[in-house]
């Protein structure tokens, strides 16, 4: 009996130790990991190439392991101004894109007023709308009001374009407060200015990073609004763009790899940062 | 402070003219596109210093528009608000020395505990070395002395509750408005706040608007309460007042179960009428305004009504009707019965279980309600009348 009983207990801990899983349990994993290798593939190509020992103009098959284009980074002078020109107008942008689409989101996530129908509908339309239209009616703008094209036009785009970005991120952030918070901060005796200080604006932080983020990422990589608006001034993606023709150098590897970095860096942060708010 | 001087508090506070919040004609509506519609109608209310006042009603009569207008959230579109004898239309809510508990609680998520509780105070500048002092003093008070450091979210909704209790309060308000504070908790944990809500009242002395829908919460919690229907006022007063004597139909559905039986009056003896409810038997109600053939409306509280088998003698004082057992149903501490009356009317009777024997009577039974002429009360069915009549007047 005890035999019976002990045979029974380790079949039973057979079964537990291995439960027996139907093929559709691995469903979801595998195509999650698919998922995930084919939105990090080009960027592993990408990281690979930029340690590539090229030996002539093209860096298209991998001939080696090389740091070189690490050490001559800013050798290549038109490269570096392009990469100066495009982080400088990335950081503006995105500093007045969200001061501009952050007030929108905020008009539009908390109030009622004529006119906004009208107004998201705006903001929705200029997302929708192909970036090559965008470009190319920009350009007969400032032709016909006759303003140069360079720096400041690239800005303006830039701007233009991001601004929605922001606008809807922030909204949704808003549309989700409780109200009676901004409620509560004016009856413990805020102004409406502190209130927003204190309480609004700490709470849609995440909508403002995001949209944020968001218009630093469009703005560093935008070629066809920018291609036509540009004038003499060159950008990395115009840049780039201009030399592949030629052969790209690995140095666009490594700046590409750096920017990527940069931005995981970011990222990583504000996900360390919400946790330690949480806990 | 014992309940001799809140008595005392009380009645003197009935006798001073400018009360701590003062509601003088006020009105409120709400335009839309669609729609107008009046939230509030011509409200006057006086609500005492050091008062634990409720505004009761069901959902959209009002009371928490009300609430809102007294802490500044919004204007009044016509009347006064008075608060310690000072007009405060106009004035914002960060300027009102008032504060709400919501009831959301509304607790700021991305500050700890003590700094929520302590935003008031640094809006008024307060030192900091005395801020950390009445954070710390205040969390105690309401039971939270360890949990300054954590956030709103990591705490139970009673918790919570708490925080929102204590963050008006540190602020020493003239008058703490509390809308449906506990409405969010479970049962068991809204009646212990019930009972802390008291207490902490009584420690700061302070008035406390409490805004409910619960009958229950606001008879057992405020000193004085107001129903409100429709935006209108029915009956102010004690809760004693309220629930022995309600003024209107609305109240005496409303505050507790209520017998309601109509007739015609047959007729009138020294301020006791008899009205011809109930077929057989005798319905008698005191009264002071009705006339032979007045057709009245008359309340009963089932507790106030004996069962039993026997007819009662006939030269018994007491109302006395008879009926047959529709349901019964056992409570454990009482016996609930539902007597369909001759005449039709359902009365419903709560009888104590006294002894371990079976219960008086069974479904089907015929049995004999009887009370005494004084538990009847007239009603009235204008809430617009009930300003005027007398009922009201004795609430004050």
Redesign the interface.
């Known amino acids: 009996m005890t035999t019976t009983m002990s045979k029974a207990n380790s079949a039973a801990d057979e079964r537990y130790r291995r439960p027996k899983r139907r093929w559709t349990y691995y469903i979801l994993p595998v195509y999650t990991w698919a998922v995930l290798l084919y939105l990090c593939l080009p960027i592993f190509v990408m990281i690979l190439f930029g340690f590539n020992n090229t030996k002539g103009r093209y860096n298209i098959s991998f001939q080696g392991f090389t740091l070189k284009w690490y050490r001559e980074l800013f050798s290549i002078g038109g490269l570096t101004d392009a990469l100066v020109n495009s982080i400088t107008i990335a950081i503006i942008v995105t500093i007045v894109s969200v001061a501009i689409g952050g007030a929108l989101g905020l008009a539009l996530g908390r109030y009622r007023f004529r006119g906004k129908g009208p107004l998201s509908l705006v903001v929705f339309a200029q997302i929708a709308t192909p970036e090559l239209v965008l470009g190319t009616s920009l350009l007969s703008l400032f032709l016909t009001l006759n303003i140069p094209r360079g720096y400041v036009t690239i800005l303006l785009a830039h701007i233009m374009f991001c601004i929605p970005f922001v606008a809807v991120t922030v909204q949704a952030r808003v549309a989700g407060l409780?109200s009676?918070?901004k409620?509560?901060?004016?009856?413990?005796?805020?102004?409406p200015m502190?209130a927003f200080r204190?309480?609004t604006l700490?709470?849609i932080m995440p909508g403002i990073m995001a949209g944020a983020l968001l218009s630093f990422a469009l703005s560093i990589d935008d070629f066809v609004t920018t291609s036509f608006n540009a004038g003499q001034t060159v950008t990395f993606p115009l840049w780039v763009y201009g030399a592949s023709r030629l052969g790209i150098p690995a140095q666009v590897n490594v700046m590409g790899t750096l920017i990527f970095v940069f931005g995981l860096a970011l990222a990583a942060y504000s996900v360390i940062a919400g946790r330690r708010?949480?806990a | 402070m014992t309940s001799q001087t809140e008595q005392e508090r009380r009645e003197a506070g009935q006798g001073v003219a400018a009360a701590a919040i003062d509601l003088r004609g006020v009105e409120k509506t709400f335009y839309s596109k669609a729609e107008t519609f009046s939230a509030v109608r011509s409200l006057d209310l006086a609500i005492q210093d050091g008062e634990f006042f409720s505004l009761l009603g069901p959902s959209g009569c009002g009371k928490t528009t009300t609430l809102r207008m007294i802490?500044?959230?919004e204007e009044p579109t016509a009347g006064e608000i008075l608060l310690h004898g000072q007009n405060m239309v106009g004035v914002?809510?960060?300027k009102r020395d008032?504060?709400?508990v919501?009831?959301?609680y509304?607790?700021?998520?991305?500050m700890t505990v003590a700094e929520n509780v302590s935003?008031?105070l640094e809006?008024?500048r307060v030192d900091k070395q005395e801020i950390r002092q009445r954070v710390g003093e205040m969390l105690e008070i309401v039971g939270l002395g360890e949990r300054g450091d954590r956030?709103p979210?990591q705490l139970s909704g009673g918790q919570q509750q708490r925080v929102a209790l204590a963050?008006?309060l540190v602020?020493r308000p003239r008058a703490l408005l509390l809308d449906e504070p506990l409405a969010a908790l479970d049962l068991k944990l809204r009646q212990a706040m019930q009972v802390e809500l008291k207490r902490i009242q009584r420690e700061v002395g302070i008035t406390f608007v409490f805004v409910t829908h619960d009958q229950g919460e606001a008879l057992t919690m405020s000193d004085r309460l107001v129903v409100m229907n429709g935006g209108l006022l029915e009956q102010v007063g004690t809760p004693h007042e309220l629930y022995e004597r309600p003024a209107t139909r609305f109240v005496a559905g409303f505050l507790g179960t209520s017998n309601i039986m109509e007739g015609k009056v047959t007729g009138v003896d020294r301020g006791i009428a008899v009205i011809d409810a109930g077929a057989d038997g005798r319905v008698l109600v005191p009264t002071d305004r009705s006339a032979v053939g007045d057709r009245i409306a008359v309340s009963v509280r089932p507790e106030k009504i004996v069962l039993s088998r026997d007819e009662p003698a006939a030269d018994d004082e007491r109302c006395a009707v008879t009926g047959t057992v529709a349901e019964m149903v056992y409570l454990g501490t009482s016996n609930t019965y539902e007597v369909r009356l001759n005449g039709g009317e359902m009365l419903t009777v709560l009888e104590q279980n006294h002894s371990t024997s079976e219960s008086t009577a069974q479904r089907g039974d015929t049995v004999w309600l009887t009370w005494r002429p004084q538990h009847s009360l007239q009603l009235v069915d204008e809430p617009a009348a009930a300003t005027e009549g007398g009922a009201a007047d004795d609430a004050g």
Do not use: I, W
């Open positions: 409780d009676s918070l409620e509560a901060a004016l009856d413990l005796g805020a102004t502190v204190k309480v700490p709470m708010k949480k | 802490a500044g959230f914002p809510p960060y008032v504060n709400t919501f009831q959301s509304a607790l700021f998520p991305h935003f008031g809006r008024k956030r979210q963050r008006a602020n």
